[in-house]
């Protein structure tokens, strides 16, 4: 089975190498996304919250050019800076998700790759058909 590896144009750009989505039949792995807004290569707010909303629009974004959408996520990766932000993050989460609520798991990390994020979230996805 051959794994597709893409980016694409209208999310933020890695920081490193590697691309944000990598698709291998019905299954889709989206990596590490920081809460930047791509039209302005900034935050999306200064709090956890602004910051999971911005998350979760990419992952939208992302998921749509794989195929799918949040209905079809499997599992979330939440890695956050600090415990206290759990609500704002669960905040935005509940707002996108809606009822369809995927396994996750959130841990906290001492820091992020991306200075200035105050949170990360990867995910698990299958296609739409």
Same mark, same amino acid.
């Given at each position: 089975?051959?794994?597709?590896?893409?980016?694409?144009?209208?999310?933020?750009? +890695?920081?490193?190498?590697?691309?944000?989505?990598?698709?291998?039949? %019905? @299954?889709?792995?989206?990596?590490?996304? !920081? *809460?930047? #807004?791509?039209?302005?290569?900034?935050?999306?707010? +200064?709090?956890?919250?602004?910051?999971?909303?911005?998350?979760?629009? %990419? @992952?939208?974004?992302?998921?749509?050019? !794989? *195929?799918? #959408?949040?209905?079809?996520?499997?599992?979330?990766?939440?890695?956050?800076?600090?415990?206290?932000?759990?609500?704002?993050?669960?905040?935005?989460?509940?707002?996108?998700?809606?009822?369809?609520?995927?396994?996750?798991?959130?841990?906290?990390?001492?820091?992020?790759?991306?200075?200035?994020?105050?949170?990360?979230?990867?995910?698990?996805?299958?296609?739409?058909?």
């Amino acid at each position: 089975m051959k794994v597709e590896t893409f980016t694409p144009s209208n999310v933020m750009k +890695p920081i490193g190498p590697y691309s944000h989505v990598a698709r291998a039949g %019905s @299954f889709i792995a989206i990596s590490g996304t !920081a *809460g930047i #807004d791509p039209a302005t290569g900034d935050f999306a707010g +200064p709090d956890a919250y602004s910051q999971a909303r911005q998350i979760l629009r %990419s @992952f939208r974004t992302m998921l749509e050019s !794989a *195929g799918s #959408d949040l209905d079809h996520v499997l599992h979330v990766n939440v890695f956050l800076k600090n415990a206290a932000d759990f609500e704002d993050m669960n905040r935005a989460y509940r707002e996108s998700f809606g009822s369809h609520l995927p396994a996750r798991t959130a841990i906290t990390v001492s820091d992020l790759p991306k200075q200035g994020a105050l949170l990360t979230m990867n995910l698990t996805a299958v296609t739409k058909d």
